[in-house]
């Protein structure tokens, strides 16, 4: 009967995941076209691509979080992972806010192995290749790294013992967050200053899409920019120097999904 019901309340949050994402999205995008300088058709042409990406990381998404779901049903019921060791075994404001924070960290070591072991970043450069950041790069995934993803949300949700409650907040506030994150909106930098003392910020995002390291290699984090700045990887560039893409896929398209999709398996045949 739990599972029954674990079950039914996945497929009706993960319906409210995707309009929420959806509906954050075309508002954001809206915005940016009202606040930018390209008209809406270039803004179109350059959104296409990263549109196709949906198709997919959607049906790798749904079908690797029913099993996230059911991994996070088994640690509940076996009060399993690092949450169960604190004091007290049910979910309070406090271990909500912890089972945050980790997951965020958790997220933060996910983004470091994806640039910093080579066969992982074969993969996550299709994201960096965008060489126009805004709210629709965050769809820029190579399928293989979604599947990566999630796989990897999976041993967090294991190790950490993260309930569902969990992670449907923290899935929640992560859409808005990495929308936001790469949105090219432009907010007013005294209230970015205060956000960035706490959040990755769309300016700090920016930075990480610059084209060449170390800047690359910096503001990795997710929701929170409290790990960049524990760990030395956090930095600020000035907006005007920012070049986005990435240096080693200068001399392929950045706007042809096929060529985008078989990059990573050309490069191994190539080596
Ligand atoms: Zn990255
Ligand atoms: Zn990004």
Known sequence: MQALLHSLWNNHSTLLQIFLFLGVIILIWVAE???????????????????????????????????????????????????????????????????????????????????KTPKFWNFHLIHHSDEEVDVSTTLREHPCETFIRVCFLMVWVFLSGASIGVLLLRQTIQTVANLTAHSNYKIPVKIERICQLLFITPRLHQVHHH??????????????????????TYREMPEEDIKFGVDNYQNYSSSDFKALIQHPFLEKKNK
């Open 211 to 232: 084209f060449e390291l170390p800047y690359t290699d910096c503001n990795y984090g997710d929701v929170f920019c409290i790990w960049d700045r524990l760990f030395g």
């Open 33 to 115: 076209l009202h606040n930018a300088l390209v008209d809406a058709k270039e803004k179109w042409r350059h959104s296409r691509v990263n549109l196709l990406f949906i198709t997919t990381a959607l049906p790798i998404q749904l079908s690797l979080s029913a099993l996230v779901i059911l991994v996070s049903g088994w640690v509940t019921i076996h009060h399993w992972g690092l949450l169960y060791l604190l004091p007290g075994t049910t979910y309070g404001w406090l271990k909500y806010l912890i089972a945050f924070l980790l997951l965020d960290f958790c997220e933060y070591v996910y983004h470091v192995l994806m640039h």
